[in-house]
Structure formats: C-alpha cells, structure tokens
C-alpha cells in the first residue's frame, strides 16, 4: 500500500477516536453528575446556619429546586 493511504489512515482513525474520546468523557460526566450532585441539602443547610441564617425546610426546598432549574438545559 502507498505511503498516503497509511497516513490517511492514521488521521481518519485520530479524528474519530477524538471524536468518540469526547462523547464518551461527555457522557460519563452527566451520568456521574445527574447521581452525585455538586451539593445536596444537608450541605445548604449547614451553608445556612454558617451565614447565620435560620433555615426552614421551605426555604431549603425552595433553594433546590431553583438550583435544579438552573442546572437543567432549556428547550
């Protein structure tokens, strides 16, 4: 086989395994977010009580579900 369809090879097969590279970590990361979130509510209460804050699971609730709103696409 000639030389350029070697090196053609080679860069067909790099772009793609970047491309699948890149889906792949994408992927995992939802995933891995979407079961471990960046705080929970014992982590914002606790954030509550330190900026001298008395919170009410009203308020906790309230503040999650506007940080789940935020976090999630619009369509």
Known sequence: ???WIWILIV???G???AV???YAA???MENYLKDNPPINEDQLRAM???MGQKPSQR???QMMNA?????TPKK
């Open 59 to 61: 308020k906790l609730h």
């Open 11 to 13: 860069i067909i097969v």
């Open 26 to 28: 994408r992927k995992y």
């Open 67 to 71: 940080m789940k709103q935020q976090s």
């Open 20 to 22: 699948g590279g890149f």
């Open 15 to 17: 772009i793609a395994g």
């Open 48 to 50: 509550m009580l330190q």
């Open 1 to 3: 086989m000639a030389t």
